[in-house]
């Protein structure tokens, strides 16, 4: 379920992850925190709206791809907010909904190859950790996990 509760963020840290198309994934003081860029009932509103405005005003039903160009214009704005309130420190003062897996319900993680596998009492995650904060975000992981991550080159 997501949540709107502000994040408990100590410190200015927001170590990227792979995000989709519809969330942001980052790695932060209190676990690995998943934030909303963009709900499935406002993708498609914004679909429709876009469909119909185009074919009002031109007579014509355009395919596919330049709504998608509209939506990945609209999610640009809302992703580069979530990575520089991450970036500043302010991710808690966000008002989009969120889920947290907390570092204390992790029970293994296993960092190999620039990808994070995840283990929980009720899931199995991965994630990617791109290559420009891989580094850091490993040492700070080890930090937070210790002896339940796992390290492999």
Known sequence: MAETRPLAM???IGYPLNGTFF???LISD???????VLSAVAFWSILIAAEAILFVLF???IGFIPIVILLWAYTRGARSG??????SG???QLARPRTVINWNEIASANVRKGSLEVVTSRRKQRFVIPKAS???AVSFLSGKLGPKLTVAN
């Open 23 to 25: 969330w942001e994934r």
């Open 82 to 87: 979530v990575k520089r309130a991450a970036a």
């Open 10 to 12: 100590s410190s200015g």
């Open 59 to 61: 007579r014509l039903l």
């Open 90 to 92: 302010t991710l808690g």
């Open 134 to 136: 891989r580094d850091n």
């Open 30 to 36: 209190e676990g690995i925190v998943s934030i909303r």
